[in-house]
Nanobody
Framework: VQLVESGGGLVQPGGSPRLSCAASGSTLDDYAVGWFRQAPGKGREGVSCIRSVNSSTYYADFVKGRFSISRDNAKNTVNLQMNDLEPEDTAVYYC???????????????????????WGQGTQVTVSS
């Protein structure tokens, strides 16, 4: 599956952009999908993930209550709605997908970089006034 992220850019603090991860070559609903981010000088970290079978979700503590992940099967995308952005959210945001099988792996346990096989190129989100 090929993944392309969109929706990044310069956002004011408190802003609410939506990132989209568009897939080609496969049906994204068959894949677990994750959103990750990497800030300058830091490692890539899991932000939110969604399973393929039951679409259960996981959110990192630092975005819980502010971000929401969802599938749009009609458009073959997975979206990340981000609200109340803070300067600390500035990073390159990546989407990733993995076909599995995932067995009994919890959504939280799968939301790590080594779990995912396919990656997009990333989209920059800069939160600044």
């Amino acid at each position: 599956v090929q993944l392309v992220e969109s929706g990044g850019g310069l956002v004011q603090p408190g802003g609410s952009p939506r990132l989209s991860c568009a897939a080609s070559g496969s049906t994204l609903d068959d894949y677990a999908v994750g959103w990750f981010r990497q800030a300058p000088g830091k490692g890539r970290e899991g932000v939110s993930c969604i399973r393929s079978v039951n679409s259960s979700t996981y959110y990192a503590d630092f975005v819980k209550g502010r971000f929401s992940i969802s599938r749009d099967n009609a458009k073959n995308t997975v979206n990340l709605q981000m609200n109340d952005l803070e300067p600390e959210d500035t990073a390159v945001y990546y989407c990733a997908a993995d076909l599995g099988p995932h067995g009994r792996t919890t959504t939280q346990a799968m939301c790590v970089v080594p779990f995912f096989y396919s990656w997009g190129q990333g989209t920059q989100v800069t939160v600044s006034s």
